[in-house]
């Protein structure tokens, strides 16, 4: 279960990624403008604002993120990305920090890319994260006695797969796409007694959260809280640095 609040929480780390993968897509007068996996709804509303003569649609598998994005006047449906495929006017389709979440998503670009009309835009941008000590950390915790078998069947100790700059590339051009693929790692500067715990529980614990109880969770949490202040030590003006890496593309069909 998703909690749009706690996503939310860190909006402008989160934000960030979305508006500087948008600067590459230079779509002017498109028709349909697809927010697959919209969340909240709050970036769905700049892609309306910028296009305001598109039909923006929003989508996520998600009925709590897509009642509040419903909540901000945003008519999102909920709806799987695995089923999802483009019509024949889909000129901008943008996917954020989303495919992550997906298995075998590389075929879906590819199909993806292979089936939009000649010009459109697919932006993609994904967390590149998964070997960082935040994740290693979780994994660890996840891996102990008590919560292997639980975890584990939940997909827990299994590091997501995404590719890399260049391996987006590939997909979409080798799908008919030109492309711009690039990588930036973002300094995050986070304030707060755990506040890379209070980051991950937003999104990477979601699994854990949704397979353990109350008491379960406090538990987990007070294991892996530990592990995660002594990767992310606080500083002397009280505030942690957490490096993030994520990964971008921009494809055109050709």
Request: hydrophobic content about 40%; glycine content about 8%; proline content about 8%.
């Given at each position: 279960?998703?909690?749009?609040?706690?996503?939310?929480?860190?909006?402008?780390?989160?934000?960030?990624?979305?508006?500087?993968?948008?600067?590459?897509?230079?779509?002017?007068?498109?028709?349909?403008?697809?927010?697959?996996?919209?969340?909240?709804?709050?970036?769905?509303?700049?892609?309306?604002?910028?296009?305001?003569?598109?039909?923006?649609?929003?989508?996520?598998?998600?009925?709590?993120?897509?009642?509040s994005a419903r909540d901000r006047g945003i008519?999102?449906?909920?709806?799987?990305?695995?089923?999802?495929?483009?019509?024949?006017?889909?000129?901008?389709?943008?996917?954020?920090?989303?495919?992550?979440?997906?298995?075998?998503?590389?075929?879906?670009?590819s199909e993806w890319m292979r089936q939009l009309?000649?010009?459109?835009?697919?932006?993609?941008?994904?967390?590149?994260?998964?070997?960082?000590?935040?994740?290693r950390a979780i994994r660890q915790v996840a891996?102990?006695?008590?919560?292997?078998?639980?975890?584990?069947?939940?997909?827990?100790?299994?590091?997501?797969?995404?590719?890399?700059?260049?391996?987006?590339?590939?997909?979409?051009?080798?799908?008919?796409?030109?492309?711009?693929?690039?990588?930036?790692?973002?300094?995050?500067?986070?304030?707060?007694?755990?506040?890379?715990?209070?980051?991950?529980?937003?999104?990477?614990?979601?699994?854990?959260?949704?397979?353990?109880?109350?008491?379960?969770?406090?538990?987990?949490?007070?294991?892996?809280?530990?592990?995660?202040?002594?990767?992310?030590?606080?500083?002397?003006?009280?505030?942690?640095?957490?490096?993030?890496?994520?990964?971008?593309?921009?494809?055109?069909?050709?």
């Open positions: 279960m998703w909690d749009p609040q706690q996503y939310l929480a860190f909006d402008d780390h989160r934000s960030r990624p979305f508006f500087d993968l948008m600067t590459r897509v230079t779509a002017t007068e498109p028709r349909e403008v697809v927010d697959l996996g919209c969340g909240p709804g709050h970036l769905t509303a700049v892609l309306a604002r910028r296009w305001p003569g598109a039909n923006v649609r929003a989508i996520d598998s998600s009925p709590e993120m897509v009642a008519d999102a449906t909920i709806g799987a990305v695995q089923e999802w495929r483009p019509s024949a006017e889909t000129d901008v389709l943008v996917c954020n920090a989303v495919l992550h979440w997906v298995p075998g998503h590389p075929g879906l670009l009309p000649t010009g459109a835009f697919l932006a993609v941008q994904v967390p590149g994260n998964f070997d960082a000590p935040s994740h891996a102990r006695d008590e919560w292997r078998d639980r975890l584990g069947r939940a997909g827990i100790l299994e590091p997501r797969a995404v590719l890399d700059s260049a391996g987006y590339a590939d997909v979409l051009a080798a799908s008919g796409g030109a492309v711009d693929a690039w990588e930036t790692t973002y300094l995050q500067r986070l304030t707060g007694a755990d506040p890379v715990l209070e980051w991950v529980t937003g999104t990477a614990l979601r699994p854990v959260r949704g397979a353990l109880d109350d008491a379960q969770w406090q538990e987990f949490t007070a294991q892996l809280a530990p592990l995660l202040r002594g990767a992310y030590p606080r500083r002397a003006d009280g505030t942690t640095w957490l490096p993030f890496r994520r990964v971008f593309a921009v494809g055109r069909k050709q």
